[in-house]
């Protein structure tokens, strides 16, 4: 099938009563048909479902789709993006051993490497740009996971990820990508290499602005049991769950198994079933919306460009981007609906900018049918100081939109009057 129709009913063969919507199957628990069916589906030797913490026939529809169209062997859906990375992480390292990340990451994402991950002994080491030569030299017999987002947020670069993946898989190490602002209509990490592919649902999928989730996907193709000293936990018997090998047990879903059945199951970071439905709902119109946003984007993007107010503007769909050629050929030629730019009279005419917008929502979001307008230095990624702010691709004047699906030109007409405040307010500084 292809994406436009799994998006629609991949991973749905319908139920009982034939419901063409999936249902919201809003359960906290599964009866057992007696105590060998219970101890089968504990001991994961039969498929079912038994409490919601680990599994849900809702979440599970969704699991497949995305699965499916991320060309994985299966999924697991949690409650938010922080909580597919942070799972992505602590399923694959411990205290003492250390993921080579790239630079260009999200707000939380960041922290959560450069603050927490430390803390609980797990070092992350950052490549001071996003070159795969710039990773290798970073990769030690400890490391666990290189990481990067195939394209940053907000920084808009798009990662080499064959020859990041090519850079890991030759020291034994997966690669995980944060897909998020690619989507997998525009990217399958996949196809590039990517053993594990991390989202952050909130975003384009559901699409509405109404449901966090997250998702992991296990591409299937790691081997484990080839590298038993650098992965113990795969290749050795799991003392938290009852001595399974799960490179041995589950082969090409090890990651998806271990993931759920370890690490969710004993950290709890559950999508409810009613987000899933919403996620599924969206997940349903993605490839539409996509055509529309990117769309708009272009135009918006076009406008800012042609704007002396303007001081410059960044859209991976120009050929002067940094990552157009790159764009080419991993994103096929299209651009994620991300434009940012900086306004002539810098910082302070770009706040003023921020706060004259009408009809763009001011807030930390991104792939909603609403546009939407961020100030990155200020919110997502506050916590960073001048110089981590440059690592990560973010000048501190950098407005982010997120075109939407509104006409474009009222978007236009929106930035026009923002912009006309923003430069009288800069010319009275003076
Ligand atoms: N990854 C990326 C690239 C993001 O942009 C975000 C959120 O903006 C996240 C992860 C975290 O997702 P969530 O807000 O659903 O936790």
Not at 281 to 299: F, M
């Amino acid at each position: 099938m292809h994406d436009e129709t799994i998006a629609i009913h991949g991973g749905y063969e319908g139920e009982s009563t034939r419901a063409v919507a999936v249902p919201i199957y809003q359960t906290v628990a599964h009866d057992f048909a007696d105590a060998a069916q219970a101890a089968a589906v504990f001991d994961l030797q039969s498929p079912g479902f038994h409490y919601n913490r680990i599994n849900n026939p809702t979440n599970d529809v969704l699991e497949r789709r995305i699965a499916m169209l991320e060309s994985g062997t299966a999924a697991l859906v949690l409650a938010s993006g922080m909580a597919a990375v942070s799972a992505a992480i602590l399923t694959l390292a411990e205290a003492g051993t250390n993921v080579v990340s790239l630079p260009q990451l999200y707000g939380a994402t960041y922290t959560y490497f450069v603050h927490v991950l430390p803390s609980l002994g797990i070092e992350v080491r950052l490549a001071p740009d996003d070159r795969a030569d710039s990773v290798a030299g970073l990769i030690d017999g400890r490391t666990r996971a290189v990481f990067c987002e195939s394209i940053g947020n907000p920084a808009g670069n798009v990662v080499d990820l064959e020859a990041l993946a090519a850079v890991a898989h030759s020291r034994g190490v997966p690669l995980v990508v944060d897909n998020t602002v690619a989507t997998p209509l525009l990217l399958k990490p996949a196809e590039h290499g990517a053993d594990i592919i991390v989202h952050s649902l909130t975003k384009f999928v559901g699409g509405h602005g109404t449901a966090l989730g997250g998702a992991l996907v296990d591409a299937g193709r790691f081997g484990w049991s080839e590298h038993p000293d650098r992965f113990p936990a795969f290749c050795q018997p799991e003392p938290a769950f009852h001595g399974v090998v799960f490179a041995e047990e589950f082969a090409d879903r090890a990651f998806a198994v271990r993931a759920r059945s370890v690490t969710l199951r004993n950290t709890g970071a559950t999508l409810a079933p009613f987000n899933a439905f919403l996620l599924l709902q969206g997940l349903e119109t993605l490839p539409a919306r996509l055509e529309r946003h990117e769309r708009n984007a272009r135009v918006v993007a076009e406008y800012l460009a042609s704007d002396e107010r303007v001081a410059w503007v960044s859209f991976v769909g120009f050929p002067e981007h940094p990552s157009f050629e790159l764009a080419q050929r991993y994103l096929k030629g299209h651009a994620p609906s991300i434009v940012t730019f900086g306004v002539e009279g810098g910082y302070e005419a770009g706040l003023t900018l921020f706060d004259s917008l009408k009809l763009f929502k001011r807030l930390v979001n991104l792939g909603d049918a609403k546009s939407l307008v961020a100030h990155p230095a200020s919110t997502t990624h506050r916590q960073l100081t001048r110089e981590d702010l440059a690592l990560v691709g973010i000048p501190p004047e950098m407005i982010r939109l997120s075109v939407g699906l509104e006409h474009p030109d009222d978007l236009c007409d929106d930035l026009d009057q923002a912009l006309a405040a923003a430069t009288k307010r800069a010319r009275s500084n003076r």
